[in-house]
């Protein structure tokens, strides 16, 4: 993939295609509002958004959301660059634990270091998360990684 990569703080203009990109991938998105944004990452190429990430920080624990890579950019290392430049704005900000729920790509995350837990022992701030709450126990994996 050629072209200008970076990795930007996200800002509310980036609300419209994040709400698009997780109802095209069905991730949750209905507790998300553009002052949101400024708590996510976004790749781009050329100025062009093509992926982003979201951190929902609560103190030393913290929420990893909304990975999305576009199709037409993925394999090329986005999607661990996104990784990776959250989990140092995580640690800046005091976060020690990294936590997450994904459908279908705990393999992904394992590659990157994260654990599997049983989703009963998440952290209180946690499963007071919508995304804890909203997406049903039986399809999600819990995962963390401590930074
Ligand atoms: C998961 C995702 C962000 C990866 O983005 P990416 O930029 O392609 O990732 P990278 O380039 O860092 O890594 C690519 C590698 O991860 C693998 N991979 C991608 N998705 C995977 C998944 N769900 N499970 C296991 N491996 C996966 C690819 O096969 C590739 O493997 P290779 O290096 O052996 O060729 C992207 O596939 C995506 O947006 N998926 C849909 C949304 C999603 O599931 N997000 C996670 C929500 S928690």
Redesign the pocket.
């Known amino acids: 993939m050629s072209g200008d990569r970076k990795i930007r703080q996200g800002s509310g203009s980036d609300f419209p295609v994040a709400t698009r990109?997780l109802s095209d991938?069905g991730?949750p998105s209905a507790d998300l509002t553009p002052e949101h944004m400024q708590q996510f990452l976004v790749a781009s190429v050329d100025d062009r958004p093509v992926?982003m990430?979201g951190l929902e920080p609560f103190g030393k624990t913290g929420l990893?959301?909304?990975?999305?890579?576009?199709?037409n950019?993925?394999?090329?290392?986005?999607?661990?660059?996104?990784?990776d430049a959250l989990e140092t704005r995580a640690s800046r900000l005091g976060v020690t634990e990294l936590w997450?729920?994904?459908?279908?790509?705990?393999?992904?995350?394992?590659?990157?270091g994260y654990a599997i837990v049983d989703r009963a022992k998440a952290p209180p701030e946690i499963q007071a998360t919508q995304e804890y709450s909203s997406l049903c126990p039986g399809d999600t994996v819990l995962m963390r990684k401590y930074l």
């Open positions: 990109w991938m991730l992926g990430i990893l959301r909304s990975l999305i890579v576009a199709r950019s993925r394999r090329n290392g986005l999607g661990k660059a996104l990784v997450l729920l994904t459908i279908d790509a705990e393999r992904y995350f394992l590659r990157l």
